[in-house]
T-cell receptor, first 116, second 114 residues
C-alpha cells in the first residue's frame, strides 16, 4: 500500500516564524502536491512538483515556497507565518499513468497548523 | 475555469439504504475523475478513479459513473452502513495539462444512522 507520511499531525507556531511542513512518500511517485483545506473553501492546491527540483505554483502560492531535493520528500515552507495560514495542510503523491491517465492521488493524514 | 459542485452538501439516511451522491463539473475536457472519502480530522482516501474514456468503475458496494458530455458523475453506495459515514469528495483532473492537478468539489457529508 502507498504510504504518504506527514511529519506532524498538529503544529502550533507564532506569527512571523518560518515553518516547515514535511511530507515523505514510499512509492517512488513522480508527482507530489501540497493542499490546504479550509471550511467553506474546500481543498486548494498550493504547489506541486513533478520531479526532483521541479516545482510549479498552484492556485494559492502566495506566502509559501516548496523544496524537493529528493524524489520521496516534498517540503512546504511558510516563509513568515501569518494567522490567515492557520489551516489543515494535506500532502499527496501520484504517478503519471499511460496515455495521460493519471493514477490515483494518495494523501497523508494532514497537519493541522495553528498560527498564533 | 473549471468548477466542481457537489449536491447535496449533507445527507442523512437509515442503515441499509442505497444512495447516490452527485458531482458536476463545468468543463468536459478532463483526464479523469476521482472520488475520495475523508473521515473527520483525517486525510483523503481514494475510492475510485474513472479515466475519461471510461463510463464507470466499481469497487465492492461502490459504483461510480462518468458522463463527460453532460459534466456529471455519480457515486452509488449500495446497502449503506454506519461505517460509511464520512465526507465524500469528487475531484477532476484538469484537462489543460498532464500533471495530475485536481480540482475538488466541496464534498457531501454522509451520515448513516443505525
Amino acid at each position: 500500500d502507498v504510504k504518504v507520511t506527514q511529519s506532524s499531525r498538529y503544529l502550533v507556531k507564532r506569527t512571523g516564524e518560518k515553518v516547515f511542513l514535511e511530507c515523505v512518500q514510499d512509492m517512488d511517485h513522480e508527482n507530489m502536491f501540497w493542499y490546504r483545506q479550509d471550511p467553506g473553501l474546500g481543498l486548494r492546491l498550493i504547489y506541486f512538483s513533478y520531479d526532483v527540483k521541479m516545482k510549479e505554483k498552484g492556485d494559492i502560492p502566495e506566502g509559501y515556497s516548496v523544496s524537493r531535493e529528493k524524489k520521496e520528500r516534498f517540503s512546504l515552507i511558510l516563509e513568515s507565518a501569518s494567522t490567515n495560514q492557520t489551516s489543515m495542510y494535506l500532502c499527496a503523491s501520484s504517478s503519471p499513468g499511460v496515455r495521460g491517465g493519471h493514477q490515483p492521488q494518495h494523501f497523508g493524514d494532514g497537519t493541522r497548523l495553528s498560527i498564533l | 475555469k473549471q468548477e466542481v459542485t457537489q449536491i447535496p452538501a449533507a445527507l442523512s439516511v437509515p442503515e441499509g439504504e442505497n444512495l447516490v451522491l452527485n458531482c458536476s463539473f463545468t468543463d468536459s475536457a478532463i483526464y479523469n475523475l476521482q472520488w475520495f472519502r475523508q473521515d473527520p480530522g483525517k486525510g483523503l482516501t481514494s475510492l475510485l478513479l474513472i479515466q475519461s474514456s471510461q463510463r464507470e468503475q466499481t469497487s465492492g458496494r461502490l459504483n461510480a459513473s462518468l458522463d463527460k458530455s453532460s459534466g456529471r458523475s455519480t457515486l452509488y453506495i449500495a446497502a449503506s452502513q454506519p461505517g460509511d459515514s464520512a465526507t465524500y469528495l469528487c475531484a477532476v483532473n484538469r484537462g489543460s495539462s498532464n500533471t495530475g492537478k485536481l480540482i475538488f468539489g466541496q464534498g457531501t457529508t454522509l451520515q448513516v444512522k443505525p
